[in-house]
């Protein structure tokens, strides 16, 4: 098999990436200002670009696969497989919003309000497509980075921006009066890569299997503990689990080791619950990968 050639997204995906191949089992060392990073793995070659390019070299063949935005497929428009919906943005584990946001002052509540306007944006051609469909006619001009500080300055009357929250939208003292769509992280392949290459569609499966298993791991931990076998049919009810519950019993004794797989956020109001319940010796641990 040739090598496959994987796209790493430069810049605010960047860190998140490289960390979630590290937890997937893949240590993808960036040098300096390379543009090729190393890769632990002889049947892969790396190379790095803008989550804003990544769909127009995967699409026209210069790359088998990457990581990239939603966001910039619609962007490009371009014609890829997505293999995965990887579901993290630069900072978590929650999709990003492209929105519309106004001046807190301004009289303009709806799109409609827009027509005539100048809007800035990174997202040029998604957004004339958008403006368009609705037949709203709007000026876009591509905005170069400090997005928000444009309409605050009155350079612009609207900006269509990336946010998770509005927090920072917020800051700046604007308001949002619209949501375009949500946007997550992809796995994506060329096509013709993925429908015709059975060996690089194999390694692009095994990689997608264990991306998606590090993500799932993030939000879940692992809990072992104690019962008394008294006590065992109480507290087994109260265990959520991703299947039935791991249950052994004590060597010599009338307890039972019982070991599950929870949401992290559980663990808080489970734990209290498990021990007045009876169970004793819990242990929380963290987990690499859920397949």
Same mark, same amino acid.
């Given at each position: 098999?040739?090598?496959?050639?994987?796209?790493?997204?430069?810049?605010?995906?960047?860190?998140?990436?490289?960390?979630?191949?590290? +937890?997937?089992?893949?240590?993808?060392?960036?040098?300096? =200002?390379?543009?090729?990073?190393?890769?632990?793995?002889?049947?892969?070659? &790396?190379?790095? &670009?803008?989550?804003?390019?990544?769909?127009?070299?995967?699409?026209?063949?210069?790359?088998? &696969?990457?990581?990239?935005? +939603?966001?910039?497929?619609?962007?490009?428009? $371009?014609?890829?497989?997505?293999?995965?919906?990887?579901?993290?943005?630069?900072?978590?584990?929650?999709?990003? =919003?492209?929105?519309?946001?106004?001046?807190?002052?301004?009289?303009? +509540?709806?799109?409609?309000?827009?027509?005539?306007?100048?809007?800035?944006?990174?997202?040029?051609?998604? $957004?004339?497509?958008?403006?368009?469909?609705?037949?709203?006619?709007?000026? *876009?001009?591509?905005?170069?980075?400090?997005?928000?500080?444009?309409?605050?300055?009155?350079?612009?009357?609207? @900006?269509?921006?990336?946010?998770?929250?509005?927090?920072?939208?917020?800051?700046?003292?604007?308001?949002?009066?619209?949501?375009?769509?949500?946007?997550?992280?992809?796995?994506?392949?060329?096509?013709?890569?993925?429908?015709?290459?059975?060996?690089?569609?194999?390694?692009?499966?095994?990689?997608?299997?264990?991306?998606?298993?590090?993500? =799932?791991?993030? +939000?879940?931990?692992?809990?072992?503990?104690?019962?008394?076998?008294?006590?065992?049919?109480?507290?087994?009810?109260?265990?959520?689990?991703?299947?039935?519950?791991?249950?052994?019993?004590?060597?010599?004794?009338?307890?039972?080791?019982?070991? %599950?797989? %929870?949401?992290?956020?559980?663990? =808080?109001?489970? *734990?209290?619950?498990?021990?007045?319940?009876?169970?004793?010796? @819990?242990?929380?641990?963290?987990?690499?990968?859920?397949?």
């Amino acid at each position: 098999m040739d090598k496959l050639r994987l796209g790493v997204p430069k810049g605010s995906l960047e860190k998140a990436t490289l960390e979630l191949f590290r +937890r997937s089992g893949w240590h993808i060392q960036v040098n300096g =200002r390379s543009y090729f990073p190393d890769i632990d793995d002889p049947e892969i070659t &790396c190379s790095m &670009c803008r989550a804003q390019e990544m769909s127009r070299y995967v699409e026209n063949g210069a790359l088998d &696969c990457g990581i990239t935005g +939603r966001d910039w497929i619609m962007e490009n428009d $371009s014609k890829v497989t997505v293999v995965a919906d990887l579901m993290y943005s630069k900072a978590s584990l929650n999709p990003v =919003r492209w929105v519309v946001a106004v001046p807190a002052d301004s009289e303009i +509540r709806s799109l409609r309000d827009l027509a005539g306007k100048k809007i800035a944006t990174e997202l040029v051609n998604y $957004s004339r497509r958008y403006f368009k469909e609705r037949q709203i006619p709007v000026t *876009i001009e591509f905005s170069w980075g400090a997005t928000e500080a444009k309409v605050a300055a009155g350079l612009v009357d609207a @900006i269509v921006e990336v946010t998770e929250t509005g927090s920072t939208i917020r800051a700046h003292g604007l308001k949002i009066i619209h949501e375009l769509f949500q946007s997550n992280t992809q796995f994506i392949a060329n096509t013709q890569v993925w429908e015709s290459d059975a060996a690089k569609r194999e390694k692009m499966e095994n990689l997608n299997l264990l991306l998606l298993g590090a993500l =799932r791991a993030e +939000r879940m931990v692992g809990l072992k503990m104690n019962i008394p076998e008294q006590q065992l049919k109480d507290i087994i009810p109260l265990l959520p689990s991703l299947l039935a519950p791991t249950i052994a019993s004590l060597y010599e004794t009338d307890w039972y080791s019982v070991e %599950v797989v %929870v949401n992290q956020g559980e663990v =808080r109001t489970l *734990i209290p619950r498990l021990i007045r319940a009876g169970a004793q010796g @819990i242990v929380e641990y963290p987990l690499h990968k859920v397949i």
